[in-house]
């Protein structure tokens, strides 16, 4: 099932400025954001909007009219919505008429929404609800679409997908691929108790959509179980608009059931510097393991020490010893060794990353890069339309080489970085976060000023202005004397992006030094969407895992991969909510995409799921 990951608020940005495409399940026809019907102008759109306004100051009326619709078309596929609201808005909608007002009206909220502006595209909508409610039903419908992205953007998930629902079948082709992709997107952001609450509430075909989300997500069902109901779905919704989506994962569901391993080996350290990491992800895998063993029939699991010197021997026994499936190991070397093995007996996933292209077609990679994070920053900040970023990261081969993967992804995007500066534990990090932000230098010019001449000007220090953001790599005690220096050296506007790093949970009241800073982590940290396992973990783990807290969700999310690692790697575009992130394959190696959140009153608030431009492939989401 080829649901088109075109994400919930990048359309927003991203999808609804550039007119993303989207890939529906199982056709081969492409779909794109709606399209709105504008009157072709009788020139190309000029580069520049001044160049822009002087022409249409020489137009007649009509001309005029037809031209800055055009034009603010062509910009806001160009990705440049400030743009194109600056040429709508010197146009007075009365002078319009009623085809040409609807035309605007979508444009300027499509521009509106691609500067991050979801309540004044609601306010625009409701503003000409009355004359809205004239018009024809697909108008009306394409309206309710723009109002659905706005209501997503906004984090009103649920509000969001109701209005799609509804407009579903007024729609044209095109549209219903679109908003079909959409609501699939909206469905696997609403949080588990939110989703039952919804279904208990409905019916039609929101009902459907719901139940059908729901079983997909269901995070104890085993492949048998799913495909049971997958088939239950199908004879009780025949008429629902995802039907035709149905067969294709029916199918790779029911290829990974009859290849899924009865036997997994896994690959740990219970010895050596790695033991206490090892310990955590065991605890994982046998929290997931256990609740399995409640709901369907687990594989065998039996575990072995990669601790030791010889980890090819290790490797071996587990084989000889009947493992149909390995995980492991943990240590990158040791992963790198069984790679370059070439060939290998049975399917394994190592539980970290190699720097290697050359490895098997069964050799499988996952883990928790701080580089992923990284990227995902990168496209975070180009979605909101950044430009320029700064960079301050810790001194060392591990900061520079996160700091490498953010600019590597950032540049790919066409951002710029200004400035970069590492910096030391210790009480110096304040004078490297004055320097960076050149304070100094702009005291040095208000002093000049103010002996030179005798105007009367403000000669109050001023940061540099040209980083649109700052991509922070720092844990919560560097964070701590990071942010308040910022905001003495009158940095406080400025947004400061963090990896998971920032964040380890303590006393709110230790991290109200770190206020205002977004940072990306995994739902298992952020979110309370799987307390049926954060109950079974305390009630196994009553002592917790502490700074290891992050492995032992990895743990989780490693042993539900032996199960499905076919799913991902047969269809690419299939993707499995876990704790750890949604985590979805590319190159054999799992990618993670995380949630977002921001520190208020120092503790973490998560943030609405956002899109996020760059990612062309389509992705369809599978249970847990």
Request: with cysteine; proline share 5%.
């Amino acid at each position: 099932m080829e649901f088109r990951k075109a994400y919930l608020a990048a359309l927003l940005a991203a999808a609804v400025v550039a007119g993303c495409s989207t890939t529906p399940s199982s056709k081969t026809k492409v779909y794109e954001t709606p399209a709105v019907a504008t009157p072709r102008a009788p020139t190309d759109a000029p580069a520049a909007l001044s160049a822009a306004r002087n022409q249409l100051a020489g137009m007649d009326a009509d001309e005029r009219i037809t031209s800055t619709l055009s034009w603010a078309s062509t910009y806001l596929g160009e990705k440049r919505a400030a743009d194109a609201s600056q040429l709508l808005a010197d146009l007075s909608p009365g002078q319009l008429s009623s085809e040409q007002r609807f035309t605007w009206l979508l444009l300027s909220g499509r521009a509106q929404l691609g500067q991050q502006q979801a309540d004044k595209t609601l306010t625009l909508l409701q503003q000409y609800q009355d004359e809205i409610l004239q018009y024809p039903a697909e108008h009306q419908a394409q309206l309710d679409l723009l109002r659905a992205d706005a209501l997503a953007m906004q984090g009103k998930l649920l509000d969001s997908l109701q209005q799609r629902v509804a407009a579903h079948p007024l729609l044209s082709d095109d549209d219903q691929g679109y908003n079909h992709n959409m609501i699939w997107q909206l469905l696997m952001q609403l949080p588990n108790t939110d989703l039952a609450d919804a279904i208990d509430g409905s019916s039609g075909d929101l009902r459907g959509w719901l139940t059908l989300a729901q079983l997909y997500r269901d995070p104890i069902a085993d492949l048998d179980a799913q495909v049971t109901r997958l088939n239950q779905w199908s004879a009780q919704w025949r008429t629902h608009p995802a039907i035709d989506d149905v067969p294709q994962m029916l199918e790779a569901l029911e290829k990974a059931a009859s290849q899924r391993p009865s036997q997994v080996a896994i690959l740990l350290p219970t010895t050596g510097t790695l033991q206490t990491a090892g310990k955590a992800l065991q605890e994982g895998i046998m929290t997931a393991f256990y609740q399995q063993q409640k709901n369907g029939q687990p594989p065998t699991l039996r575990f072995y020490d990669s601790g030791g010197d010889d980890v090819l021997a290790v490797y071996q026994q587990a084989v000889a010893d009947g493992a149909d499936f390995i995980l492991g190991p943990l240590a990158k070397d040791k992963a790198a060794t069984i790679a370059a093995q070439g060939t290998l007996p049975v399917t394994t996933l190592a539980l970290n990353y190699i720097d290697t292209d050359n490895r098997a077609d069964n050799f499988f990679q996952f883990g928790l890069a701080p580089e992923d994070e990284a990227r995902q920053i990168a496209n975070h900040g180009a979605r909101s339309g950044a430009l320029q970023a700064g960079i301050l990261y810790p001194e060392g081969e591990w900061g520079d080489r996160v700091a490498q993967a953010f600019v590597d992804r950032w540049q790919e995007l066409g951002g710029s970085v200004t400035i970069t500066r590492t910096y030391q534990e210790g009480p110096s990090i304040g004078e490297t976060v004055k320097e960076m932000l050149l304070v100094a230098q702009s005291q040095k010019r208000g002093n000049a000023v103010s002996r030179f001449t005798s105007l009367k000007m403000d000669n109050q220090p001023r940061r540099r202005q040209d980083m649109d953001f700052l991509f922070l790599l720092a844990d919560p005690n560097q964070g701590r004397q990071v942010k308040p220096a910022l905001n003495f050296h009158y940095a406080k506007d400025l947004p400061v992006y963090a990896t998971s790093l920032i964040y380890s949970g303590e006393d709110p009241r230790r991290n109200q030094d770190l206020n205002g800073i977004r940072f990306v982590d995994m739902p298992w940290i952020l979110s309370d969407d799987n307390q049926a396992l954060h109950d079974a973990a305390n009630e196994q783990w009553p002592d917790g895992h502490g700074r290891y807290e992050r492995l032992f969700a990895m743990g989780i999310d490693a042993y539900r991969l032996q199960g499905r690692l076919y799913l991902l790697n047969a269809l690419p575009s299939s993707e499995l909510p876990g704790v750890t992130g949604r985590l979805h394959m590319e190159n054999q190696r799992i990618v993670r995409q995380l949630n977002w959140a921001v520190l208020v009153g120092g503790k973490a608030q998560t943030l609405p799921h956002v899109a996020e431009p760059g990612q062309t492939s389509s992705r369809a989401i599978t249970s847990q």
